[in-house]
């Protein structure tokens, strides 16, 4: 059996971070493992307290999992000190881990900061330039290539740039802001469209964490890294097409939509 590692931080609703991680990779077929960077107290309607771990108990966690059950694919998401940033980088490099997908997460949907200014540019000069595949949304992407974004050309232009600065391939995911669910990935052989399907659903919470989880646990598997976003985003489809509402917010995917027919 393929194995995966998410290095991302706890949501205790069970919609995102490491538990949507966990959930997204059995239902692709993976063992899951993880590292947690954070816990957070939290649901759909938002979160109250965050409790960071120290960078040498997340190398600890890491080195005990690497050294014992060696991951066939990695992500990252939510990490909000350069300390941590620093840690993951080192551990990729020291363990030699392969196809690493790096949720850059910086910036909400909504417009919100997540991490602060120090982090980013620590996010950009170390882990960056290590991932097989970045998945910025549209704010994100702003900050990394330094566009501003209000087009699928200034898609286009953004990944571009983003891949030619950090080496690495660059899903730039369109969302409501341009688009219902088109990105666009650039690669070494260049750009290409992958065009998704509306679904209206308001229960959304967690699709960042589950795309990118849905693609790594695709790459764990041997699948090439077109295939492997064609797939995840079927999956995010499926999941969202499913209607699960929980919770009074923006609630969870139902990622078990379809579990018995992933193995």
């Known amino acids: 059996m393929k194995t995966a590692l998410t290095i991302a931080g706890s949501d205790s609703s069970g919609g995102a971070g490491i538990q949507a991680d966990i959930k997204t990779m059995i239902a692709n077929g993976v063992y899951a493992m993880s590292a947690i960077t954070a816990l957070t107290a939290q649901n759909t309607t938002g979160v109250s307290s965050i409790m960071e771990v120290s960078s040498e108990f997340l190398k600890e966690q890491i080195k005990m999992c690497v050294t014992d059950i060696f991951p066939d694919a990695v992500k990252t998401g939510m990490v909000s000190n350069s300390s941590l940033i620093v840690t993951i980088s080192d551990c990729v490099k020291e363990f030699n881990l392969k196809n690493l997908v790096v949720d850059p997460v910086m910036i909400a949907t909504s417009g919100s900061k997540l991490i602060s200014d120090e982090a980013i540019i620590t996010l950009k000069k170390t882990l960056l330039p290590l991932a097989t595949l970045i998945t910025p949304n549209i704010p994100e992407a702003e900050v990394l ?69 849905a693609i790594a646990s695709n790459l764990a598997k041997g699948i090439s890294l077109f295939e492997s976003v064609k797939n995840a985003k079927s999956y995010i489809s499926g999941a969202l097409r499913a209607m699960l509402d929980l919770g009074k917010g923006s609630g969870p995917m139902n990622h078990g939509f379809n579990i018995n027919s992933s193995f």
């Open 145 to 213: 290539s330094n566009v501003s974004i209000n087009s699928s050309d200034d898609m286009e232009k953004a990944s571009k740039i983003i891949f030619d600065k950090y080496g690495c391939s660059v899903l730039c995911k369109g969302g409501h802001k341009l688009n219902d669910a088109n990105d666009f990935l650039f690669t070494k052989d260049g750009g290409v469209w992958l065009y998704g399907e509306r679904i209206l659903n308001p229960n959304t919470h967690g699709t960042g964490c589950t795309l990118s989880s």
